[in-house]
């Protein structure tokens, strides 16, 4: 069993940056597939970045391409999002998710652990 928990979610201000951080604990990560996705109010959860177990390939939606980076330390069992540039769209709570494999990194049905999720609010 996986345990994860993020942090790092807070209110911040259109163009600001947040780092959010996600800790696994009972297993080890460092042979997981690791995602953030995120959820709006209303709106469907939705993939925002994803990392292989080894960090070797990345993965990111359109809407964060360029803004956001998906690192891991697994010497630390953590997986981090750094968001640059941040919209009022990118409100959403922030869940991180792992897997121990898979198809389709994008996809939510693909990862078996989830955390409870970080609040980022992106004011205007």
């Known amino acids: 069993q996986v345990q994860l928990v993020e942090s790092g979610g807070e209110l911040v201000q259109t163009g600001g940056s947040l780092r959010l951080s996600c800790a696994a604990s009972?297993?080890?990560?460092?042979?997981?597939?690791m995602a953030w996705f995120r959820q709006a109010p209303g709106k469907e959860r939705e993939f925002v970045a994803a990392i292989t177990w080894n960090g070797g390939n990345a993965y990111y939606a359109d809407s964060v391409k360029g803004r956001f980076t998906i690192s891991r330390d697994n010497a630390k069992n953590t997986v981090y999002v750094q968001m640059n540039s941040l919209k009022p769209e990118d409100t959403a709570v922030y869940y991180c998710?792992?897997?121990?494999w898979g198809l389709g990194p994008r996809d939510s049905s693909q990862y078996a652990y989830w955390g409870q999720g970080t609040q980022v609010t992106v004011s205007s």
């Open positions: 998710a792992a897997r121990l």
């Open positions: 009972k297993r080890t990560v460092s042979n997981y597939d």
